[in-house]
């Protein structure tokens, strides 16, 4: 199968483009055809480069819709390797972050009032009570549920 062959529309929407951290072999199929039909796009724009600006600030804002329609947020892959990185830090972020990232999940802009929100919790990781940042504020760890 070659990226020609692909419908992206046509693809169930459970289709694994990515498993255990790393790409499907349809996965690479898929992003190479959608790569190259924007660059498809951007060339035959009348201006190739507003239409490539308009491509690179479409990425975030659908990354950003993508993590906000996400039902849990398990530990992924790059943030269990961040931790044993990190070692003993707690690393997790305050309600409404993301938590990889610490981008609000609402997709909003952070102002100079809420980017220190995205710091991560400075205590010891599998610490009891609540979290704290950096900058000594605290907030409430999120509860389990059983």
């Known amino acids: 199968m070659t990226t020609t062959d692909i419908d992206l529309d046509t693809l169930p929407s459970d289709t694994l483009v990515a498993e255990c951290g790393r790409i499907t072999p349809i996965g690479k ?63 997790e972020r305050r309600p409404g972050r993301d938590p990889l990232t610490g981008d609000r999940v609402d997709g909003q802009p952070d102002t100079d009032d809420t980017w220190p929100d995205r710091l991560l919790c400075t205590q010891q990781h599998g610490h009891s009570g609540n979290h704290r940042d950096a900058l000594g504020r605290s907030w409430q760890g999120a509860e389990v549920s059983a």
Request: net charge negative; hydrophobic share 50%.
């Open 29 to 91: 199929l898929v992003i190479a055809k959608l790569a190259k039909e924007l660059a498809d796009i951007c060339s035959q724009a009348d201006d190739p480069q507003a239409a490539l600006q308009v491509v690179l600030e479409a990425i975030p804002k659908h990354m950003a819709e993508i993590a906000s329609r996400r039902a849990s947020v398990d530990p992924s892959p790059l943030r269990t390797a961040l931790t044993s990185l990190v070692g003993s830090q707690c690393l």
